[in-house]
């Protein structure tokens, strides 16, 4: 497959590492390292799919221009729109010319969350019960010093899109809405700490924070027949899947744990996987506009409770 990545930061870099020999062109207005300044600028013969690493605000209008040309496209989340019918024009775009539209998030393929998915399919833990999950890192300041990065409900379409991507690829769509329990601004302008949730017939208790100095995420678990702990990524490893099997009436659990130290696998896997999915025109829009819409919720309830 001939791929353009569209953007040279950070994450572009990545991708084009990834993708290697099958790109065909790098793109952005800023850095003079990039073939073209424009994404019209490419010759539509020369590509056949996109890899969008741009900024939050010209992600819509460069999706419309690839989906319209039949060209697929991998987007780095959040996929943010002000009308939910803009990413409903998406997805009626690229069903009707068969192209992929998907969404990167590449945290569904860290190994732990794979065989968290495969261990909750099992049945083995009974009813669920309640989910913690946390995800910090430390880029306050960086987020500070950047006035696209720190506008806007910051922090939360940033980390909180991974978590509720995360809530979706384990559990599906909760029924019951979301509601914020806490948003600060402790050193920037936009919100930099917020813990938000779900209390449905599963509870789901979220927070995000670019204060966390060491990068971590953890995820528990709890439910009828014991619980399951995710202990960071393998990014920031070691990172460690736990089992706990619950003693009844009471008594320290049986427990099985599982420890990875390697390099990051998943921006490899999924690249894979989307190439994967281009073969039949697959996407994964319908996620992004259940997220955008519980994200958009969200943030006028921080900034609501916050004035």
């Known amino acids: 497959m001939r791929v ?10 990545k991708r084009a590492a990834v993708a290697g020999q099958e790109v065909v062109g790098t793109v952005d207005a800023f850095k003079p390292d990039a073939q073209y300044k424009r994404l019209e600028d490419v010759s539509l013969s020369s590509y056949d799919a996109a890899l969008l690493c741009t900024p939050d605000a010209p992600k819509i209008e460069l999706l419309s221009y690839l989906l319209s040309h039949s060209k697929h496209a991998l987007v780095e989340k959040p996929l943010l729109a002000d009308r939910s019918s803009d990413l409903e024009r998406l997805l009626e775009l690229a069903q009707r010319n068969h192209v992929t539209c998907y969404t990167a998030y590449n945290h569904r393929f860290e190994p732990h969350f794979m065989r968290m998915k495969e261990h909750l399919a099992s049945g083995r833990m009974g009813k669920l019960y309640c ?141 894979k996987h989307f190439k994967k999915l281009c073969e039949t025109g697959a996407g994964n829009l319908e996620n992004d506009i259940w997220i955008n819409g519980v994200l958009a919720d969200l943030g006028r309830q921080a900034v609501e409770g916050s004035v």
């Open 4 to 13: 353009v990545v569209v953007g040279m930061g950070v994450q572009g870099h």
């Open 131 to 271: 989910v913690r999950m946390f995800y910090g890192n430390g880029t306050a300041r960086l987020v500070r010093d950047s006035d696209w990065r720190d506008s806007g409900a910051g922090v939360l379409p940033d980390l909180g899109s991974h978590l509720l991507d995360a809530s979706l690829f384990w559990f599906g769509k909760p029924r019951a809405p979301f509601r914020i329990f806490s948003a600060s601004r402790f050193e920037n302008r936009s919100f930099d700490h917020l813990a938000f949730g779900s209390n449905g017939e599963l509870v789901l208790q979220m927070e995000i924070t670019l204060l966390s100095w060491r990068n971590h995420f953890y995820a528990d678990i709890l439910a009828e027949r014991g619980s399951a702990h995710i202990y960071s990524l393998c990014k920031w490893g070691p990172s460690t899947f736990t089992v706990r099997d619950r003693k009844l009436p009471s008594g320290r659990p049986d427990e099985d744990s599982i420890t990875l130290v390697r390099p990051d696998p998943t921006w490899e896997m999924e690249y």
